[in-house]
């Protein structure tokens, strides 16, 4: 009890010598590590869907048109017949 009533009007070495100034401590931390990696992540993904751009235009440009596939006499009998067009033979 009677260490409380000695320290009732004291204030801490501490704080008395700062007053009322307020001390901010900046230091220099670098980058944040999550910040780096989304960094990263977000380039490389733009480099990949640059580069398959780039090559898609390329080969619009260079590459021959595809071919189509060849018809099976079959469906191209199912044709001939849709159109009234008999089969020879038949």
Known sequence: MED???FADKVPPAFHEMGN?????TEARGFNPGLM???LVGS?????LVGNYVLYMYAQK?????KKKPVSKKKMKRERLK???SAPGE
């Not at 100034?21 to 401590?25: A, M, S």
């Not at 490389?44 to 990949?48: C, T």
């Open 21 to 25: 100034k307020i001390i901010y401590e």
């Open 37 to 39: 990696v989304l960094l």
């Open 83 to 85: 159109q009234g067009i």
């Open 44 to 48: 490389l993904l733009l480099i990949f």
């Open 4 to 6: 409380e009533v000695e």
């Open 62 to 66: 260079t590459l021959p048109p595809r």
